[in-house]
């Protein structure tokens, strides 16, 4: 089978599981999404109170667009156009799953996923941007929205492939995750964003 056409509905079917909606209506018996920002990602999970949870959402919404992003280049090895266009598929179907309406997370973890299969030295570097912007502003929104845009510049040193669709997929992935920050972005110019750590931030 045509690995285009086998890998890209895979990545997005696994970037549509909604680990955070999942986990919590099991364990908890709630809709996360009534909880916080009502977002379904790991950083509302944990501060509905469910920490435990959203470490667990965390590392399942990065591996579910790792593994999207492995199966594709087991597929097809050294095809970085195919393994770039899965990775949008799998957060694409994170951001928007079918079985919650098209209405997902934000992409952090997932974007996180897939940077770790392309390349774990250009994932590395931009989890450290993150982590530094985290310690600096305690602000996870803006940690993300920093870390995510820093990405296309270390995919583009690190991976071997520079066609135009491997550029088109780097510069999307951090455009979609700023843009499903839209309202984090509001708050944080009108001074209201919550930092982390405080019981009623809303991520």
């Known amino acids: 089978m045509n690995p285009w056409l086998l890998s890209i509905p895979l990545a997005y079917l696994l970037g ?5 909606y999942l986990l919590v209506k099991t364990f908890r018996h709630e809709d996360i999404r009534a909880t916080g920002s009502g977002n379904i990602g790991a950083t509302n999970v944990a501060r509905s109170g469910a920490k435990g ?5 965390l590392l399942l919404d990065i591996g579910k667009s790792f593994l999207a992003v492995k199966i594709a ?3 097809a090895p ?12 799998a957060i694409l ?19 996180l996923g897939v940077m770790l299969a392309l390349s774990l030295a250009a994932a590395a570097c931009t989890f450290g941007i993150f982590l530094v912007i985290v310690l600096l502003t305690r602000y996870v929104s803006l940690a993300s929205m920093i870390g995510s845009a820093t990405f296309p510049l270390f995919g583009l040193y690190f991976l071997p492939q ?14 979609l995750v700023i843009v499903k920050h839209h309202q984090n972005i509001g708050r944080l110019l009108a001074g209201t964003e919550s930092r982390f750590g405080k019981k009623k931030a809303v991520a």
């Open 73 to 75: 280049q087991h597929l």
């Open 53 to 57: 949870l959203g470490i667990a959402t």
């Open 16 to 20: 549509s599981i909604p680990f955070g």
């Open 78 to 89: 050294g095809n970085y156009d195919l393994a770039v266009t899965t990775a949008v598929a």
């Open 162 to 175: 520079r066609t135009p669709i491997v550029i088109a997929g780097l510069v999307f992935i951090p455009l």
């Open 93 to 111: 179907g994170h951001v928007f799953p079918i079985w919650l309406g098209f209405r997902g997370g934000k992409g952090v973890a997932s974007a």
